[in-house]
């Protein structure tokens, strides 16, 4: 990653050095910045693990630096509950630890809110999957005042992934529902207009899956092009690839529908989409879940502890993913899985002991490097490069991801919204930082969940939580 150099002036200077005041806000455990990951050395016959103290000490110390070098300055702040919008997780007080001079309010109560857009009235719009509606909140003069609502499309199926485009000088909604995607005329005050399908009979409930990803998300190219993502029907299996279109990948749809391609696959569940400022579609991929130990050799109290789940393996086996998708790539799942032994940047792969034990189905080493991971099992949902938007400056030369958090881990894995720095000559993201947390108590449970991150043309972050059942306003 390239050198950053932020400033100390003002409330608006978010990331600047910890030198500038305050405390860094990062935390010592792999939630923020580069994992504590186990170093590794490879040999001829495998990969010997390294347990000194010295090199795990070493290891820490350098993550703590790097992250630290870019973190905002952090505080625990109240979260504001107007009149209204209090019950249910709100019926006690609440706390956001936010960056120092921002505040945080629940500006709207929305019940299994999920992913959101901005209308070109400026209204937002969230999907509710488990309602199968989409609902409007309508901003009032007094922005942190709650907004109007109304439900804009009901009776859908799972719907999640929303996106704007215009189309021969019409504006159109695109809405993606578990297994079709939907256009339909945008009518401005009056809300939608016709629909038409673009695409039908997309993968979704399978019965012989075992961790079915069903919701869809969605984004539009600079070539108008809809590019959807397809989740897998399990945690590791190979027959996801069997499809037409395969599941665990990414695939686009002209805007009038059909000319499928397949963009990217081995993509787990890419539900996070966004187009980075070089024009190259990213996604935040989910990796697999209670991953066997893959190589031989003594861990865990075991004399050969390949093929065996162990729980101290899997808190930080494998790391999710934010990856370049470039076209006809493959992601490597379910044949290879990241290695996170010499850190989170370009990341290499491990032989997936259950379907490519050996390397015998897929030469991993084939694959292009992970462009930038994140902590195992943080739960990557919604993402954004933020170049053009109106929060502060030094926000929008990077991205935010919301991560909902783990389950499969001991400690879990917090939900929060992280920050990464996009570099112009690299083409890639740096180490995250925690840009908002709190969500998740010292013993582990948690009262909300982090959904979406999306700038609003207010100059304030908009997040939604699935588990609270709450729109926040973040307000620099």
């Known amino acids: 990653m390239r050198s950053i150099t932020f400033g100390c002036g003002g409330v608006l200077a978010l990331l600047a050095a910890v030198a500038c005041g305050g405390s860094s806000g990062v935390s010592a455990t792999p939630s923020t910045g580069e994992a504590q990951t186990t170093t590794t050395t490879t040999t001829a016959a495998t990969k010997t693990q390294i347990t000194t103290a010295a090199a795990n000490t070493q290891t820490t110390t350098t993550t703590k630096t790097a992250a ?29 630890t936010v960056p120092r001079g921002w505040k945080a309010e629940v500006w709207a109560r929305v019940s299994g809110a999920r992913f959101m857009a901005w209308t070109p009235e400026r209204a937002l719009l969230v999907s509710v999957p488990g309602n199968d509606d989409v609902v409007e909140l309508e901003p009032r003069a007094q922005a942190s005042e ?116 397949v963009i990217a696959t081995g993509v787990r569940n890419g539900e996070g989409l966004s187009f980075a400022p070089d024009g190259v579609l990213w996604s935040a991929i989910n990796e697999r879940d209670q991953i066997p130990y893959p190589f031989h050799g003594a861990y865990g109290g075991l004399a050969d502890a390949y093929g065996r789940v162990i729980q101290a393996y899997v808190n930080d086996h494998p790391p999710d993913e934010l990856v370049a998708l470039t076209p006809g790539r493959n992601v490597g799942w379910p044949y290879c899985d990241p290695d996170p032994s010499h850190g989170l940047a370009a990341m290499g792969f491990d032989d997936d002991v259950q379907n490519n034990p050996g390397g015998k189905r897929l030469d991993c080493a084939t694959l292009a490097p992970i462009n930038r991971g994140l902590p195992a099992h943080s739960a990557p949902l919604g993402f954004h490069f933020l170049e053009g938007s109106s929060l502060p400056a ?83």
């Open 68 to 96: 630290a070098s870019i973190a905002p300055p952090r505080v625990s702040v109240s979260v504001s509950v107007p009149a209204g919008n209090g019950g249910g997780a709100f019926s006690s007080p609440r706390s956001l």
């Open 146 to 261: 709650p907004p109007r609502r109304h439900v804009l499309l009901s009776g859908l199926n799972e719907p999640q992934g929303l996106a704007f485009d215009t189309i021969d000088g019409q504006q159109v909604l695109y809405v993606a529902e578990s297994g079709e995607i939907d256009r339909y005329v945008w009518l401005g005050a009056a809300g939608v207009g016709a629909r038409t399908v673009i695409a039908r009979g997309l993968p979704a409930a399978d019965p012989r899956g075992d961790d079915v990803h069903t919701l869809k998300s969605l984004v539009v190219g600079p070539d108008h092009r809809v590019y959807v993502n397809i989740g897998s029907a399990f945690n590791a299996s190979t027959i996801d690839q069997q499809g037409n279109p395969p599941r665990a990948s990414v695939v686009s749809f002209s805007p009038t529908g059909g000319d499928m391609r």
């Open 394 to 476: 030094r926000l929008t030369q990077g991205a935010v991801v919301a991560v909902h958090g783990s389950w499969d881990r001991e400690p879990p894995r917090p939900p929060a919204v992280l920050w990464l720095p996009w570099s112009r000559a690299r083409h890639n993201l740096g180490a995250a930082v925690t840009l908002i947390s709190g969500f998740q108590l010292p013993n582990g449970s948690r009262w909300g969940r982090a959904v979406d991150a999306l700038p609003g043309p207010d100059g304030a972050l908009y997040v939604s939580d699935d588990t609270a059942g709450a729109i926040y306003r973040f307000v620099p």
